[in-house]
């Protein structure tokens, strides 16, 4: 697939391997679990909510670092993405600042560092030179090798790629550590693959190139739909289905010109997931999808996470609901026999963990996101029906899941690559091939330089 997928003409820089090592180990499992070769035990699994492993602390640290560095080193342009980016900026300052009430104030700092360093891989792409080829080379790097090694672990090593529960029923896992995991590398990924298909299959290029590329991308999706049906992963399996439509959708000149087709297709992506899933307006629908009513007991967990949220109005601090008491009760009067690390609703995550005030934040950050989205995608700036796909994807996964500013999830990941996104990051691009490869009259390229920028 890399051999088939290769362009020689592409240059992107040598800092996109940080954010590749980061993204890898984000959505498979962490060091200290490949060098087990092995799966936790209930026990281990519970120490390490509370205080980690010194390898990955240390691993990722140092991967942190770097990224670091290079920020530094692009000064001018990380300082215009940031400026660009004040709602996200002030959501972390808040989760910064909720440490001072939070019980475990120093793992949480630890947690918002990790949280700092997901934001610090997306800056590295997109302010590398070629953000929309540095885009493209890394999902590419990274859906190449989880995809097919996932399906390698699957059929050929059971050991690694699949767990057991206590009834002994099969779970496949792949390259993560549990099928939901699985089954958001399988999302991301396949909404990646989709989007490159499309991409490709309407570019002018030689006939024997478009062949090549468009094959990868769909081998890439028969083995998404391949893992997505053992996986059983219902809500990453949604949020696939309905981000889909939108990336299908707006490729059509109609969507991009009339602004209500757009809010209208969105509010209704949204409102079907909330009416089945929290309204209960369609029981039938959770039946035929292998869940109950209570969405496999997450509506008690939903229930008990309100009556334990310590101070509505400012939560329990960043990433400290679920550590020391509540868990405790937690496991003693809901779950029972395993030990949560979440509330199964992005939304009920962030009230938990900061209150009204982090709902807000959050509410912020969302409205923001849309508007800069919907104006990309009416100006048909590339990759902008990806990142809004990626998005949709996460205000529906949030549903049923917690992903919201939650170090290291692979659907936070990509909806936060999707809301940082630069508001055209090919448009100096798009003026210097112009200029400089087009063979026109000197007297000509200013003119034509000079109607692509107020385009």
Avoid at 19 to 24: Q, R, S, T
Avoid at 297 to 323: H, K, N, Q, Y
Avoid at 354 to 370: D, E, K, M, Q
Wanted: hydrophobic share 50%.
């Amino acid at each position: 697939m890399f051999w088939l997928d290769r362009d020689r003409k592409t240059r992107t820089s040598p800092a996109l391997w940080i954010p590749f090592a980061w993204i890898l180990l984000a959505c498979s499992r962490p060091l200290t679990t490949w060098f087990h070769l092995g799966r936790l035990e209930t026990g281990a699994l519970t120490a390490q909510l509370s205080e980690g492993s010194p390898v990955d602390r240390a691993a990722l640290t140092g991967i942190l670092l770097l990224g670091l560095m290079v920020l530094v080193k692009r000064g001018k342009v990380v300082t215009r993405c940031l400026r660009d980016s004040w709602p996200i900026l002030l959501f972390f300052a808040y989760c910064l600042v909720s440490l001072a009430w939070s019980d475990y104030p120093d793992i949480a700092f630890k947690r918002w560092n990790k949280a700092v360093g997901d934001w610090v891989m997306i800056l590295i792409v997109w302010t590398d030179p070629h953000p929309l080829a540095a885009l493209k080379r890394m999902l590419a790097r990274t859906g190449y090798v989880l995809i097919p090694v996932s399906i390698l672990f699957v059929k050929y090593y059971p050991d690694l790629g699949r767990t057991y529960d206590w009834l002994g029923e099969t779970h496949y896992t792949g390259v993560t550590s549990e099928k939901n995991t699985l089954g958001s590398i399988c999302l991301i990924f396949g909404l990646s693959a989709l989007w490159r298909a499309l991409y490709v299959f309407s570019e002018e290029r030689q006939l024997n190139q478009r062949a090549r590329h468009l094959v990868v991308q769909l081998v890439i999706l028969s083995m998404v739909a391949w893992l997505f049906s053992i996986a059983d992963a219902v809500t990453s399996l949604s949020c696939f289905a309905l981000a889909s439509c939108i990336l299908l959708v707006s490729r059509m000149p109609l969507f991009a010109r009339n602004q209500f087709l757009i809010h209208g297709l969105m509010l209704m992506m949204l409102l079907v997931p909330v009416s089945i899933a929290i309204l209960g307006f369609s029981p039938g629908t959770l039946q035929q999808l292998g869940r109950n009513a209570t969405l496999t007991d997450r509506t008690d967990i939903w229930a008990m996470v309100v009556r334990l949220t310590p101070d509505r109005r400012v939560g329990a601090g960043f990433e400290s609901f679920w550590l020391g008491p509540r868990l405790d009760t937690m496991v003693s009067q809901v779950t029972k026999w395993w030990v949560p690390n979440q509330s199964h609703n992005g939304y009920l995550e962030i009230f938990a963990n900061l209150g009204w005030i982090g709902v807000g934040c959050l509410a912020l950050v969302i409205a923001w996101a849309y508007r800069r989205m919907i104006s990309a995608c009416q100006q048909r700036i590339p990759a902008s029906n990806l990142m809004l796909a990626f998005f949709l994807a996460g205000l529906v996964f949030n549903i049923t899941e917690a992903a919201f500013f939650r170090m290291m999830i692979p659907v936070w990941l990509f909806f936060l690559l999707a809301i940082s996104a630069p508001r055209d990051p090919m448009l100096h691009r798009r003026r210097k091939t112009i200029g400089e490869q087009t063979q026109l009259p000197p007297a000509v390229k200013p003119l034509l330089t000079w109607e692509v920028g107020i385009h």
